[in-house]
């Protein structure tokens, strides 16, 4: 397994993950285009040795402010720190990139996902309520400041 930058060809691997990982994906078009605007964006995706996509986690930068847009392994490959893995290179990615803050939504019922970021420095900081459809749920803003980021092997 490799974790590599995104390249414009990979969209149609990063929908494949997208569609087994939300009920309500991105669109193969809509990923292309976040995959061409690279002066706003950065994506990282988790390749198998056959060369096929496992993973993928984007942000997106703007001033000293990041925002993660998605971050989902596919199901045979989560459990084994992939997700974290990839998590740690875009935030590193990040701070090299100037951010000193990075924000992100999770679904309030997504208690894994919420675990691996706490596992990263991340702390809730407020709520926006019915955020997500198919199922309506609140998301749980959270934040990691880069003096908060936690390294730990
Ligand atoms: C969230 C997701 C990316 C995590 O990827 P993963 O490769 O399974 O996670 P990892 O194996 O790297 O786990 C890293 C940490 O996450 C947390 N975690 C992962 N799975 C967990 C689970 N089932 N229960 C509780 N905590 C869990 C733990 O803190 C874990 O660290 P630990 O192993 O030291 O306990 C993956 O579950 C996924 O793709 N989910 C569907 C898409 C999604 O919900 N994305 C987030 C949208 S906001």
Request: glycine share 6%; aromatic share 12%; net charge positive.
């Amino acid at each position: 397994m490799i974790v590599r930058k995104a390249q414009k060809t990979d969209a149609s691997g990063i929908f494949a993950v997208e569609r087994e990982a939300f009920s309500v994906p991105w669109s193969q078009v809509a990923i292309q285009r976040e995959l061409q605007n690279t002066a706003l964006t950065m994506y990282y995706v988790l390749v198998t040795d056959r060369g096929d996509i496992a993973g993928y986690a984007g942000l997106w930068h703007v001033a000293d402010e990041g925002q993660i847009t998605n971050v989902a392994v596919l199901p045979a490959f989560r459990g084994k720190g992939y997700g974290e893995l990839l998590l740690r290179v875009l935030m590193e990615a990040a701070w090299r990139v100037g951010c000193a803050s990075i924000f992100l939504e999770v679904r309030v019922s997504n208690l894994s996902a919420q675990q691996l970021y706490r596992k990263l420095g991340y702390a809730a900081v407020s709520v926006r309520r019915a955020y997500y459809s198919q199922p309506t749920e609140d998301a749980c803003v959270m934040e990691c400041k880069k003096e908060r980021y936690c390294w730990s092997i």
